[in-house]
């Protein structure tokens, strides 16, 4: 998971170099680049998608913690174990 992560945010970084590359090897082909544009729309989707899965994932863990809190299981520093989470 962390390697497909690093890949697609150096991809997503240097998403200029790639098509400028990619198209001086093809020599304008638009179908190619079509192509490319539709890889980099997928990968920032998915970004998106797992950035809002982290954000879900620590606002559960923080409100999940909470409860055991108010059913008398005091658990310290909620708030980091939430974005730890």
Not at 29 to 37: A, C, G, L, S
Not at 62 to 84: E, F, R, T
């Amino acid at each position: 998971m962390t390697g497909k992560l690093i890949i697609f945010f150096t991809l997503s970084i240097s998403h200029f170099k790639v098509k400028y590359s990619i198209k001086y090897l093809f020599r304008n082909t638009e179908k190619i680049q079509e192509k490319v544009d539709e890889i980099y729309k997928s990968i920032e989707n998915w970004l998106k998608s797992q950035l809002l899965l982290c954000v879900f994932i620590g606002i559960a863990s923080y409100l999940g913690l909470n409860i055991l809190s108010w059913i008398g299981y005091d658990i310290p520093q909620k708030g980091v174990l939430a974005i730890l989470a």
